[in-house]
């Protein structure tokens, strides 16, 4: 999932972009379900342990199948039940997920009225998104839409690798990179 963060307009805004039911697909049968095997000998704690079981979650979400406390976390025992699927027509997405790959994306909005209503808005849609597994394991892409006056002629995009983690200083590293390069 991709997450770009844009200042522009003069209202808080997000978008989220669902993935296609081609691409759930996709890359539901890029996996090697044989690999499900190797999963006993693995520890926790092993990036292919978390790579298998993501796969395993993304099928179990996106195909409805029924799981305890709304958490998608496998045992050992259910993995031996799981259909796994041999072919594209064995995934059947669930109808929660049909629906918002159908609509392709979401846009909420603030109204415009308020800036600190419209920003916890926002914030409270983002988090309620990146809580519910069922929506993000779908979702491709989410932009947020911040105004700022004084950046009227810029659009800021997220800087990973600038060498901190503080968005902060991103925004400074780059405005501070811009304004050396373009004056």
């Not at 039940?81 to 669930?94: A, G, Q, S, Y």
């Not at 932009?143 to 400074?172: F, N």
């Amino acid at each position: 999932m991709t997450v770009d963060l844009h200042v522009q307009g003069t209202v808080y805004q997000v978008l989220f972009v669902y993935k296609t039911s081609q691409e759930i697909i996709d890359e539901l049968m890029s996996f090697d379900w044989d690999q499900l095997d190797d999963f006993d000998s693995l520890q926790p704690n092993d990036p292919e342990y978390k790579r298998i079981k993501y796969k395993i979650n993304l099928f179990l979400i996106v195909t409805g199948h029924d799981h305890k406390d709304d958490k998608y976390d496998i045992t050992l025992e259910e993995k031996d039940v799981l259909p796994i699927p041999r072919k594209e027509e064995d995934i059947k997405l669930c109808d929660e997920i049909k629906e918002k790959v159908e609509k392709e994306f979401e846009i909420f909005s603030g109204r415009g009225r308020k800036l600190l209503d419209d920003r916890i808005y926002v914030r409270d849609k983002l988090e309620e998104t990146m809580n519910n597994d069922k929506i993000n394991c779908i979702l491709k892409e989410c932009i947020v839409y911040l105004p700022a006056d004084i950046l009227e002629v810029l659009e800021l995009v997220d800087a990973p690798g600038a060498g901190t983690s503080c968005p902060l200083e991103q925004v400074t590293i780059f405005l501070y990179n811009y304004i050396y390069i373009h004056v």
